[in-house]
C-alpha cells in the first residue's frame, strides 16, 4: 500500500482509500481539493449545491469523488461503482464490446453471489439475466434507476449529515475567508 504523509494530510491510492475513516478521511479530501491551482479548487458554492440533489452532487466532479469516497469508508460502495458502470456501458458503440462489457458488469454486480451484488429485486434481476443473450444499450436500465433510488432514499442523506461532508463544506467556506 503506498502511503504518503504530508502536512498531516494521508494520501492512499485510491484501491486502498476505503481504510481511511473520519478525521483522515476529511483530512485526505482537504489534500486533493486544496493543494490544486485556484482555477480548479472546490469552491463553497459547489459544495453547498451538493446538498441541493443527488443529481448536483453526481454532475460535480468533486461531489462524486467525495460521494464515492465517503461510500468506500462505509464499505457501501458498490451502488456508486454500478451506476457509474452503467453510465460508462450507455457510451459504448460497438456490440462486440458492448456483450463483452454486459457480461462483466452482470458477473460482477448483478448474478446472486456477485462480488459487488446490488440490491435488486429478483424480477429486475431476472430480466437482465434474460437480456443477457443479446445485450443491448438499455439492459441495465431498470436496475440502475433501482440503484439510483436507493442512493437518493439511503446513501445521500446520510452523507449529507456525514461529518465528512460537513467538515469538507466548512473547511471550503473558511478557505474562502481566509
Same mark, same amino acid.
Given at each position: 500500500?503506498?502511503?504518503?504523509?504530508?502536512?498531516?494530510?494521508?494520501?492512499?491510492?485510491?484501491?486502498?482509500?476505503?481504510?481511511?475513516?473520519?478525521?483522515?478521511?476529511?483530512?485526505?479530501?482537504?489534500?486533493?481539493?486544496?493543494?490544486?491551482?485556484?482555477?480548479?479548487?472546490?469552491?463553497?458554492?459547489?459544495?453547498?449545491?451538493?446538498?441541493?440533489? @443527488?443529481? =448536483?452532487?453526481?454532475?460535480?466532479?468533486?461531489?462524486?469523488?467525495? +460521494?464515492?469516497?465517503?461510500? *468506500?469508508?462505509? %464499505?457501501?460502495?458498490?451502488?456508486?461503482?454500478?451506476?457509474?458502470?452503467?453510465?460508462?456501458?450507455?457510451?459504448?458503440?460497438?456490440?462486440?464490446?458492448?456483450?463483452?462489457?454486459?457480461?462483466?458488469?452482470?458477473?460482477?454486480?448483478?448474478?446472486?453471489?456477485?462480488?459487488?451484488?446490488?440490491?435488486?429485486?429478483?424480477?429486475?434481476?431476472? @430480466?437482465? =439475466?434474460?437480456?443477457?443473450?443479446?445485450?443491448?444499450?438499455?439492459? +441495465?436500465?431498470?436496475?440502475? *434507476?433501482?440503484? %439510483?433510488?436507493?442512493?437518493?432514499?439511503?446513501?445521500?442523506?446520510?452523507?449529507?449529515?456525514?461529518?465528512?461532508?460537513?467538515?469538507?463544506?466548512?473547511?471550503?467556506?473558511?478557505?474562502?475567508?481566509?
Amino acid at each position: 500500500m503506498h502511503v504518503l504523509v504530508e502536512d498531516n494530510c494521508l494520501e492512499v491510492n485510491s484501491f486502498h482509500l476505503f481504510v481511511l475513516r473520519g478525521k483522515n478521511l476529511v483530512c485526505h479530501l482537504q489534500c486533493m481539493f486544496f493543494n490544486k491551482p485556484s482555477s480548479e479548487k472546490l469552491n463553497p458554492e459547489e459544495t453547498y449545491m451538493w446538498s441541493q440533489s @443527488l443529481d =448536483k452532487l453526481l454532475e460535480s466532479k468533486y461531489g462524486m469523488t467525495t +460521494f464515492h469516497t465517503f461510500l *468506500k469508508s462505509e %464499505y457501501s460502495d458498490e451502488n456508486i461503482e454500478f451506476w457509474l458502470t452503467c453510465e460508462d456501458y450507455k457510451k459504448i458503440k460497438s456490440s462486440l464490446k458492448m456483450n463483452s462489457r454486459a457480461k462483466k458488469i452482470y458477473e460482477q454486480y448483478i448474478q446472486t453471489e456477485a462480488p459487488k451484488e446490488i440490491n435488486i429485486d429478483h424480477q429486475t434481476r431476472e @430480466l437482465i =439475466k434474460r437480456n443477457m443473450k443479446t445485450p443491448t444499450i438499455c439492459c +441495465f436500465d431498470e436496475a440502475q *434507476k433501482i440503484v %439510483y433510488g436507493l442512493m437518493e432514499r439511503d446513501s445521500y442523506p446520510r452523507f449529507l449529515r456525514s461529518d465528512v461532508y460537513r467538515t469538507l463544506l466548512e473547511s471550503v467556506t473558511d478557505s474562502v475567508k481566509s
